[in-house]
């Protein structure tokens, strides 16, 4: 049989071999052009055979689709990967191919119905709001559909796409668990990797940037001391992010029945707040212990709110009244973030001063992706152009003050809904703490993004208003989760006794 398949894969050689050598040499061709030049028309036309592939790929392995994208979403913005497309570009595909199966595969995907509910509602409204700035002209350069349209999927779009993504597809305790496992190891990876950058160096990539665009925001006091950025587009984003995670991470490690996973949770959050701190990010602090403190709001337990309170309020006196380890640059440029006087910490003030000049003649902001392309001469050039230092600002300069309360309201409105079903409708203790966990890490984003612009950034938008979604879902899977939690404590036990068993039988 193997004989007749051999020679019938010949003679199929032999008769087209021109015809598979000019396709591979046309695909070839295709690639280049790709690398070389973008997607041009032949380079998607000789790519149309891949791209089909992709797509059977995606339909027949959804939830590989789905990792795909975490995993994308976290390290699209490493140094050394650079693409010939737009950064954002991946995230979007993988995730309108993920909607699109559950659209066309609905009898396979039961689960739009866990998408109706108050993030939703609110999602719909700042996207519809983003969708009415397409008639902002206040720069008086015409309706430029593509450039609204590269802004409002940013600031917008992604989000609704991540929300459903998320309410689809987490639909089970064993996918919520691996998630949650999989965040964790790329976040220990992040610190590995900053690890690496301090006592290896960094890679060619890397010190390219730190030596020119990152060179006076990262170099800092002559060269001693570094802000490091790990896997991340700068050490703000880094920092926030670690912060945001290690806080959901101790909530998980702390509300967990199981030994495993809590041991687990534990070390990754110890080596996450290490790397929080070489990234130099002094707002980071403030983002941890709001995490963690709005947990013990939603706690509604003593035994949980009296300890934190103490250990945070200790830290927080260590930090503020003491010299104690002041002989490390990083832990001092952290306790600088407390000190009023500090003029790097005070910038961002000076910066929304002059905007609040030029903000009032624009309600409705300059309109969403305008920046550099708005002319010197124009009224709004210096609101288009000035650092925003904040991704609160940043909206607030596109969208006015208008857009800028319809972007809080509606956030309040996600937030207090995820804390209504953490407070109101869940009774696991365990899936309790992981609600609890991913509200503090939301609230710890966006307390970054009030003082930096990493709301939007890879790849804290994906995982925190990812996380945000899968609070909501949490009710639809919680049946299946205790009895999930309930068979991991019996292997733990009967673990437990079989090594009970063997160390009592090695000592008779």
Known sequence: MARVYSNRLSVYAHENGGRVLLLFLLFSLAIYQLVSSGFTTFAIICLSPLIILFVYAAFKW??????????????????????PIPTSLPNEMLQLTLLAIAVIDVRQTPNFNRAGNMML????????????????????????????????????FQILYIFLVFSIYISSPETLIRYLKIWALFTLFSAFWTWKQQNMGFTVAENTWIQTRG??????????????????????????????????????SITTRIKKVKIFFIFISIVVIWGMF?????????????????????????????????????????????????????????????????ASANVRDINKEAIKKYIKDAPWGI??????????????SKLAT???????????????????????????????????????????????????????????????????????????????????????????IEPEWVKYEEQLLVKEEEQKRLKLEKKLASRV
């Open 278 to 342: 070489q990234s130099g990010t002094r707002t980071a602090i403030f983002c941890l212990g709001a995490g963690l403190f709005v947990y013990v709001f939603l706690s509604k337990s003593f035994k949980i709110a009296i300890p934190f309170s103490i250990a945070f309020v200790i830290f927080a006196f260590l930090l503020i009244f003491t010299s104690i380890g002041n002989s490390n640059q990083q832990i001092r440029r952290m306790r600088s973030a407390f000190n009023k006087d500090d």
């Open 121 to 156: 509602f609110a999602l719909v409204v700042w996207c519809g709001f983003c969708t009415l700035e397409i008639l902002n002209d206040t720069c008086n350069l015409g309706i430029d559909v593509a450039m609204w349209y590269n802004g409002a999927r940013l600031m917008a």
């Open 386 to 476: 000035i650092p925003p230092d904040s991704e609160y600002v940043y909206i607030w300069i596109r969208t006015g003050p208008i857009g800028i309360t319809v972007f809080i309201i509606t956030t309040i409105i996600m937030f207090l809904g995820a804390c209504r079903v953490v407070l109101f409708q869940l009774k696991n203790r365990s899936l309790i703490g992981i609600g609890g966990g991913l509200c503090g890490s939301f609230v710890a984003i966006q307390l970054g993004g009030y003082a930096n612009q990493v709301l939007m950034q890879f790849p804290n938008c994906l995982i925190f208003y990812g996380g945000l979604a899968i609070v909501f879902v949490l009710p639809y």
């Open 367 to 380: 309109g969403l992706g305008m920046g550099y392309n708005v002319p010197s001469n124009n009224k709004y």
């Open 215 to 252: 060179r006076n925001t990262h170099i800092l006091n002559a060269g001693t001391l570094i802000r490091y950025f790990s896997t991340f587009s700068d050490a703000a984003n880094y920092g926030i992010n670690a912060a945001a995670s290690a806080a959901a991470f101790i909530i998980i």
């Open 62 to 83: 959804r939830m590989f689709t789905f990792w795909t994208l975490i995993t994308v979403n976290y390290f699209i913005q490493m140094k050394d990967l650079t693409l």
